[in-house]
């Protein structure tokens, strides 16, 4: 061995040796403690607890059903209006009602302080369809609103019929204590969010532009108490979306000449379009922490366990690992990158018959950083052959901005969680699939995502999905957490 090689053995030992204490000091330097700490203040509502849940299974039993493109009918959403203002008389003879767009509610509870920026609490009516495919294995009518086994079961009851029901129900117990808000609270519950808004959320933001309303924040759907669902870490955790993912769909098409199968081209409308598709899927938009995901992971490190908290702790070195690892789930990699989703794909009409037209569809949700003009670039680079005709959809949502991390909405929302559910971590996230709340931007400074549900690996099947149900005990949390929201954020 030569001289030269010994001393760069050593020198390397020792650069190996001061990166070693480096990242095992990071790793065991991770801030403490994680679990906040209880909060006084709170003096849960009393009420008729039965009764209320009664209320709420009303709700469900009223389909207002958003169908591919087509909102629930005037006639649903009526009836569902109706039920309110019998159920909850005091909010309707209190409060301003207003039907905007088509049967978007607002409401308006005027505060005592006009100099208080507003808040809004969101929600919305319409739920998703009952698969026919899927309908033998509902274990009860969808729209049985049926109480039992401690859930009360049926379509939208989790999606979002609760969370709206809740938020009625908290005004109207607080009204009967003679509650009177500081500041102005709207209930803003959008009418066709499961077809993207436009009928609902969209014509409310367009109200409060006109009237030059600014609120604080606003409060929808979109993140939960989860328990087993953040790999490696134990007990329920708070995750409450801070940003959300964009949204675009492109259609790719490729048009041919036909004719008949016994002289085939080399290439059909067919392949040409199945080798795009195999090509997108090959290359998917690379992966990066954007800063939603690094405020989570940071807030989780502690509750890591060694491996994953040494990756979280020592990014500057170890990020493309972590961003390997975490993209291994359909979960993970969703707040790794934009995702490629192909969702439709038809051509042909016949065995012998040449396609003269193949259409597929390709489902973007597009992480913070990305834009939609990049990720329409990106299709245009992969696909990379001018057969094929690259058409973005109408509907197309850039990626929300991020609340900010000391927000007046999120220090709310974390302390009314401090005072309800004592030593639940809270932690910021994004979130992946699409709410009402980014249509708010342009009318809220801070856009916050949470319903106290609890979800486990088995319930948040739920959502969406066969025998949708909310349990009774989280909705009452609802009732509760709303009722508490609201006098911290107002009283
Ligand atoms: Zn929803």
Partial sequence: MNKWLKVGGGGLLAAVAVLAVVVLG???????PVVDAAVGGYVPLTF???????????????????????????????????????????VHATLQVEQVGHGALLFTWKGKESTVAPIILMAHQDTVPVDSNTRDRWTRDPWSGAVADGVVWGRGALDDKASLVSTLEAAEQLLKQGFQPRRTIYFAFGSDEERGGAQGAVAIV?????????????LDEGGAYTNGLMPGVAG????????????????LSVQANGGHSSQPLPQSAIGILSQAMVRLEANQSP??????????????????????????????????????????TPAGNAMMRTT???????????????????????????????TVASVLEHVRKVVADPRVDITPGEEQNEPSPTSP????????????????????????YLVTGATDASHYVPVSTEQLRFVPYHFTPVTIERFHGINEGVSVSDYLNCVQFAAQFMRNAAG
Wanted: aromatic letters at 6%.
């Fill in 26 to 32: 990071r790793t065991w330097a991770t801030p403490k």
């Fill in 48 to 90: 008729d607890e039965a009764a209320a849940v009664e209320r709420f299974a009303g709700a469900v039993r009223l389909s207002t059903v958003s169908m591919g493109d087509a909102p629930p009918s005037t006639m649903d959403l009526d009836a569902l209006h109706s039920y309110l203002s019998q159920q909850f008389p005091q």
């Fill in 206 to 218: 367009d109200l409060l532009k006109e009237r030059g309303v600014h609120a604080q924040f606003v």
């Fill in 236 to 251: 329920d955790l708070a995750m409450v979306g801070i940003a959300e993912k964009g949204y675009m769909s492109v259609r």
């Fill in 287 to 328: 992966g990066h922490l954007e800063p939603t995901t690094a405020a989570m992971l940071d807030t989780l490190a502690p509750l890591l366990p060694f491996p994953a908290r040494m990756a979280v702790r020592n990014r500057w070195l170890l990020g493309s690992v972590l961003i390997d690892q975490l993209s291994k």
């Fill in 340 to 370: 490629t989703a192909e969702t439709t794909f038809s051509a042909g009409i016949k065995d012998n018959v040449l396609p003269t037209v193949a259409n597929a569809t390709v489902n973007f949700r597009i992480l913070p950083g990305d």
């Fill in 405 to 428: 991390l000391d927000g007046e909405g999120l220090a709310l929302v974390r302390r009314t969680i401090q005072q309800v559910a004592p030593g639940v971590p809270v932690v910021p």
